[in-house]
């Protein structure tokens, strides 16, 4: 067995992935004091809580740009780079946007974790930059107590085909293009309780690229968009609505949810985020 076997990078973090997200409420009091930029061109700033940032650059074009990164999600190292990219992606896609390039953030215990593994994170992300047709285009890293990755991501699109999270309208429907319970499944790996057979149901709904969302955004019927991740789905659906003035109703019988997710939800594993949230 190598040494990269050996080791779970779970093990080194305090909480997993999106999980170790500061909570909305303690985030809300650390962004009270700095008030919104006024600038024409910055047509979504942080003051609106949304995936990304965009700015118009001339005509109707736009930049998008957005950074993610959080503490290892899964223990192969390889595999925690793809998910980790493709979480970034994820946040341009929620615009209705298309990723243009991507530079990387790393955080690693050099004393703790061996440089190989670093190395390994980086090609798992590279892969996935590759999937999305992008350059990983270089990046920064520092020594931390505790390892995380991701990425600063660039992407354009058109202002007419940007879509926030609040601009929901009454009337809407909710539609969501994956299955909820990967938070679930993360938590029930870092305590090792999943199955060896559920591992490759959960890395392929983590690295799968929702790159769907650029389609998407072309659609006059859409008028908001979003990606669920560390908030959850109830945390969120309340962003939109409080973002568009509105309430929501979520008919838990309707949600889409992994089966093999339902396991771990009888054994009351839920993620420790979930009480912040």
Known sequence: MSQQDQIRLTQFAHGAGCGCKISPQVLKEILAESPAQHDVRLLVGFDLNDDAAVYRLDGDRVLISTVDFFTPIVDDPFIYGQVAAANALSDVYAMGGRPLLATA?????????????AGEVIKGARSICDLAGIPLAGGHSIESPEP??????????KDQFIKKNSTAKEGDLL???KPLGVGIMTTAAK??????SHHEVLNN?????????????Q?????????VT??????????MAQGSGLTAVLNYTSLPILEEAKIYMQQQIVPDATYRN
């Open 105 to 117: 953030v790393l955080g690693w215990p050099i004393e703790k974790l061996p440089p190989a593994i």
């Open 148 to 157: 995380f990755f991701g990425l600063h991501v660039t992407g354009e699109s």
């Open 175 to 177: 539609f969501l293009t």
């Open 191 to 196: 305590r090792g309780l999943l199955h060896e």
């Open 205 to 217: 709904q983590l690295i799968k690229l929702n790159s769907l969302g650029g389609a998407v955004g």
């Open 219 to 227: 659609l006059d019927g859409v008028h908001a968009m979003t990606d």
């Open 230 to 239: 560390g908030f959850g789905l109830a945390g969120h659906v309340l962003e």
